[in-house]
Every structure is written in C-alpha cells, then in structure tokens.
C-alpha cells in the first residue's frame, strides 16, 4: 500500500528537518507532507530543504484544519499523522502500519508511562479515556494522542467532522467507533517536543469540557443524558416519598424534578437519533 505522511507545522523549523529525515531513512512512505500553518519562522524553508511537498496555510487556521488539508492532498492508501515537534518516533511508524496490514483502520499510538506531558494534561487524558471507554464499550487507551495510522477512504468519510482545532484526535477515534470500524492501540513513547508548546492552559481549560461533550454526542448522547435523568428521577421520587410521609401531599419540588428528568431524557433521545443520522452512511 502506498504510505502518505502528513505533518502538521507551525513554526517548527528547530525540529521539522530532523523528523523528515528520520522517515526518510524509513524508505516507507510514498510521500511525505508538510502542511505549514501560517508559520512565521523558517518552518516551510526547511521542510522544502529536507525533501518534504509543503502546503502553506496563509494564515493559522489550528491544528484540525492543517490535518484536513493533509488528508484531501494525501494520495496514500494510508495515511500517517504524526507531530513535527520531534515528540514522536518515526521508528514507531513500521509498528502502527503492522496493525493496518492486520485488518485495522485506525492505529493510534497510546502514550505510556513516563512520556512527557504535565500532570494537569496527564490527569485530563485520563478522564478522557475513561469516559470514551464507557461511551464506547471499549477499551480506550489513548483518546488524544494525533500520532495515528489510518485508512484513508474511511477517515475521509469523517472530515466534515474534525475540528479545527485540537480536538481531531478525539473526534476522529469515536467517530470509528461509531462506524464500527476496527480501532487498536500501539505503546509508545512520547519524547520532550523541541521548540515552544502551542497549547494554552487557560485555552485548554474550556478544551476539555468542549471535548467531554463532544464525546458524548459523537457516540452515544443518551449514555450521557440517562444517568443524569435516572438521579433526577430517583430524588423526585425521594422527596415525593418523604412529603407524602410528613405532609400527605404532592408538592411542586416533586413536580420540578419529575418535569426535569423527563426532559432531560427526550433531550438525549432526540440527541441520539441525531448522532445516527449523522452515521447512516456507514
């Protein structure tokens, strides 16, 4: 099969060159792209130097919007999506493209034990992974990471999905889980990115509620919205039992939550046939 590489670069000119001859040395890909986003240093000199085709965004458009531009220019079968900041091996890519060969459509490497990355984020991609792996019924390793293989004809299928920003990953993932196409997981390990981080803790704060409810309505709105009516109901009825008890009557509280878990239920019902509508292709 004929192997694309898609890197997305934003002002990544200390670390792109070293990445792009690492997978050169590989003599696996059929290609290797650069989608430069609105960098302002040497980003797209570099990469054209080193042998890379770049495709300069005018402007910074995010993350999700460089890999979208990656995935309509590739022309491989498979499609490698890695960082140009240096925190990924590309001698883990044989490893990810062996699983494809296997029969799987997405390869995500999971990040293991002692990569770098801040406790605040460590703590985050856990809860990620563990409410996806609720959501989905499946054991979901690595929600975040954007180092990944994948079968170009289905992650296509889910452009119109991906985020501009830094979400893709997540998108992606439960949107193949959806499909019921086959996702499996890779150890790697993640190393000290070189140059400076683009992702802002203020900014990452609002991410991460953003991406619990993206979760959610990716795959399965009604596994979010059930519980949430079930504690409703269960304190209307509580309190119904002990107003009954104490008063002999019937009272509005009662009636509030009653109304709330009701609708809050419809509203992930509704949800849900909304989330199949948005699958009846696959």
């Known amino acids: 099969m004929k192997i694309s590489i898609v890197l997305p670069a934003k002002n990544e000119s200390g670390a792109i060159g070293q990445t792009i001859a690492q997978i050169q040395q590989l003599r696996l890909a059929h290609e290797i792209i650069v989608v430069n986003d609105g960098s302002t240093d040497q980003t797209k000199q570099v990469a054209e130097n080193a042998g890379a085709k770049v495709i300069t965004h005018p402007y910074s458009k995010g993350n999700g919007a460089a890999i979208k531009t990656g995935a309509r220019s590739a022309t491989g079968e498979v499609i490698v999506f890695m960082d140009a900041d240096g925190q990924h091996d590309p001698e883990d890519i044989p490893r990810l493209l062996a699983e494809i060969h296997n029969g799987y459509d997405l390869v995500v490497g999971a990040r293991q034990k002692g990569s770098q990355a801040s406790m605040g984020r460590g703590i985050a991609n856990k809860l990620y992974n563990n409410l996806a792996s609720y959501m989905s019924d499946h054991k979901v390793e690595d929600l975040t990471s954007g180092f990944r293989a994948v079968r170009a ?101 009662s009636a509030l939550l009653y109304t709330g878990s009701i609708m809050i239920f419809l509203m992930g019902l509704i949800s849900e046939q909304i989330t199949a509508l948005m699958y009846k292709e696959k």
């Open 153 to 253: 004809d289905k992650f296509r299928e889910f452009i119109y999905l991906l985020p501009n920003g830094f979400s893709y990953p997540t998108t992606s993932t439960m949107a193949f889980f959806r499909a019921g196409y086959s996702v499996t997981y890779v150890p790697i390990h993640a190393a000290k990115r070189i140059g400076k981080s683009h992702i802002h803790p203020v900014k990452d704060s609002v991410r991460f509620f953003l991406i619990i409810f993206k979760i959610a309505t990716l795959y399965s709105p009604l596994k979010m919205f059930l519980p949430f009516a079930v504690i409703l109901f269960i304190l209307a009825t509580s309190w119904y039992g002990y107003t009954l008890y104490e008063f002999g009557r019937f009272t509005n509280m």
